[in-house]
C-alpha cells in the first residue's frame, strides 16, 4: 500500500521546488547530527544528503519505486548506511557500536527493502563487524555469510560489494584463528579482483598490497611477498613513486624481507617509504613511522647509530 510520503518521491521526479524546499527544512538535520556524531563534517552531511536525493531521483524515474513507509525512515536508512559504507572505506572506527541501535535500523531496511535485497545485505555487512569487534564471531560470521549469499544472489560473485565482503569474511576467520579458511577466502577474492579490474588497474594493486599484509599474519610471507611485489611494480607503472600507496607496498616488501630476518634487504625498502611520507606529509609525519625502520637499521649495522 502507497504510503502518503509517496509526494516527496513525485516531488523529485516532477522537479517541485516546494517539495524539495520542504526535505532540505523537514529532513537534513537529522542527516547532518547522524554524520556529525560520526566522524564527518557539515559539508559531507550535505553531500550525502545530495547524492541520496540524486540516488532516489534516479530509483523512482527508473523503476516506479512506491514507498510503502514514512520517508524519512526511508531517508534515514539510505543516508546512515551510505556514510557508514564510506567510513569502512577509509577503515574509520564510528560509534554507532550498540548492536541493538544498529539492528534496529537493520529491520527497518529489512522491512523497507525485504531479505533478499543487497540493502539489507549491506546492513547484515556491516553488524557483522559490530559482532565480530565484540568477539561474537559466530554470530558475525553467520550474518557475513548471509550477506554474500544476498549479494551473489543478486549481483554474482564478480562484484565489488562481494569481494570487499569476502575481505571481511577472511578477517573474521583470522581473529577466529582459523587460518586455513582465511587463506582460502584471501585467494578467492584477489581472483574476482583481477577479474573485475584487470591485471593494470592501481586499484587492483591496492587490493594485492591489502592481502599481502593481511597474510602476513598467518605467517605466509612466502605468499604475502608473491602479492606484494607485483603490487609495489603495478602502482609504480600506474600511478609513480611520490604516493602513499607506493609508501605501503615498499613496507610490505620490506615486513616480508624483517621478518625472514633478512634485515639487510628489508633496510632499502623501509627507508625509501619512509622517504616518500616524509616528502608527502612532512618530518613530523615522518617520526611516527620511524621506530620499525630503526629497529630493523640497529638489527643490520649493530653498535651504529
Given at each position: 500500500?502507497?504510503h502518503?510520503?509517496?509526494?516527496?518521491?513525485?516531488?523529485?521526479?516532477?522537479?517541485?521546488?516546494t517539495?524539495q524546499?520542504?526535505?532540505?527544512k523537514k529532513?537534513s538535520g537529522k542527516?547532518k547530527?547522524?554524520?556529525l556524531?560520526?566522524?564527518?563534517?557539515e559539508?559531507?552531511a550535505?553531500?550525502?544528503?545530495q547524492?541520496?536525493?540524486?540516488?532516489?531521483?534516479?530509483?523512482?524515474?527508473?523503476?516506479?519505486f512506491t514507498?510503502?513507509?514514512?520517508?524519512d525512515?526511508?531517508?534515514?536508512?539510505?543516508?546512515?548506511n551510505?556514510?557508514?559504507?564510506?567510513?569502512?572505506?577509509?577503515k574509520t572506527w564510528?560509534?554507532i557500536t550498540?548492536t541493538m541501535?544498529?539492528?534496529?535500523?537493520s529491520e527497518?531496511?529489512?522491512k523497507?527493502?525485504g531479505e533478499e535485497?543487497?540493502?539489507?545485505?549491506e546492513s547484515?555487512?556491516?553488524?557483522s563487524?559490530?559482532?565480530?569487534?565484540k568477539?561474537e564471531?559466530?554470530k558475525?560470521l553467520?550474518?557475513?555469510k548471509?550477506a554474500?549469499a544476498i549479494?551473489?544472489k543478486?549481483?554474482?560473485e564478480e562484484?565489488?560489494?562481494?569481494?570487499?565482503?569476502?575481505?571481511?569474511?577472511a578477517?573474521l576467520?583470522?581473529?577466529?584463528h582459523?587460518?586455513d579458511?582465511?587463506?582460502q577466502i584471501?585467494?578467492?577474492?584477489?581472483k574476482i579482483?583481477?577479474?573485475?579490474?584487470g591485471?593494470?588497474?592501481s586499484?587492483?594493486?591496492?587490493?594485492?598490497?591489502?592481502i599481502?599484509d593481511?597474510?602476513?599474519?598467518?605467517?605466509?610471507?612466502?605468499?604475502?611477498?608473491t602479492w606484494c611485489?607485483?603490487?609495489?611494480?603495478l602502482?609504480k607503472q600506474t600511478?609513480g613513486?611520490?604516493?602513499l600507496q607506493y609508501a605501503?607496498?615498499l613496507?610490505?616488501?620490506g615486513s616480508?624481507?624483517?621478518?625472514?630476518?633478512?634485515?639487510?634487504?628489508a633496510?632499502p625498502?623501509?627507508?625509501?617509504?619512509?622517504t616518500i611520507?616524509e616528502?608527502?606529509?612532512g618530518k613530523?609525519y615522518?617520526?611516527?613511522?620511524?621506530?620499525?625502520t630503526?629497529t630493523?637499521?640497529?638489527l643490520?649495522?649493530?653498535g651504529?647509530?
Amino acid at each position: 500500500m502507497q504510503h502518503p510520503d509517496q509526494k516527496y518521491f513525485n516531488g523529485l521526479l516532477n522537479n517541485d521546488l516546494t517539495v524539495q524546499e520542504e526535505l532540505y527544512k523537514k529532513f537534513s538535520g537529522k542527516i547532518k547530527w547522524m554524520v556529525l556524531k560520526n566522524k564527518g563534517t557539515e559539508t559531507v552531511a550535505a553531500d550525502i544528503f545530495q547524492e541520496v536525493l540524486l540516488s532516489i531521483y534516479h530509483r523512482a524515474k527508473i523503476k516506479n519505486f512506491t514507498l510503502t513507509c514514512p520517508f524519512d525512515a526511508f531517508l534515514y536508512v539510505v543516508c546512515r548506511n551510505k556514510w557508514l559504507k564510506e567510513l569502512r572505506k577509509r577503515k574509520t572506527w564510528v560509534t554507532i557500536t550498540d548492536t541493538m541501535e544498529y539492528n534496529s535500523v537493520s529491520e527497518i531496511r529489512k522491512k523497507i527493502f525485504g531479505e533478499e535485497h543487497p540493502e539489507y545485505a549491506e546492513s547484515l555487512h556491516y553488524m557483522s563487524g559490530i559482532c565480530g569487534t565484540k568477539g561474537e564471531y559466530k554470530k558475525a560470521l553467520q550474518m557475513i555469510k548471509q550477506a554474500l549469499a544476498i549479494q551473489k544472489k543478486y549481483y554474482g560473485e564478480e562484484n565489488t560489494e562481494y569481494a570487499n565482503s569476502l575481505f571481511d569474511l577472511a578477517i573474521l576467520y583470522l581473529q577466529n584463528h582459523d587460518y586455513d579458511s582465511s587463506m582460502q577466502i584471501f585467494e578467492k577474492e584477489i581472483k574476482i579482483w583481477k577479474k573485475i579490474l584487470g591485471e593494470q588497474n592501481s586499484r587492483y594493486a591496492l587490493h594485492l598490497y591489502f592481502i599481502s599484509d593481511m597474510i602476513i599474519y598467518l605467517w605466509q610471507y612466502k605468499k604475502a611477498f608473491t602479492w606484494c611485489t607485483p603490487a609495489l611494480a603495478l602502482t609504480k607503472q600506474t600511478l609513480g613513486e611520490q604516493n602513499l600507496q607506493y609508501a605501503y607496498c615498499l613496507e610490505g616488501v620490506g615486513s616480508y624481507y624483517y621478518n625472514i630476518g633478512e634485515y639487510e634487504k628489508a633496510l632499502p625498502y623501509y627507508k625509501q617509504s619512509l622517504t616518500i611520507k616524509e616528502n608527502l606529509y612532512g618530518k613530523d609525519y615522518s617520526d611516527n613511522c620511524f621506530n620499525l625502520t630503526s629497529t630493523c637499521y640497529h638489527l643490520y649495522t649493530p653498535g651504529q647509530v
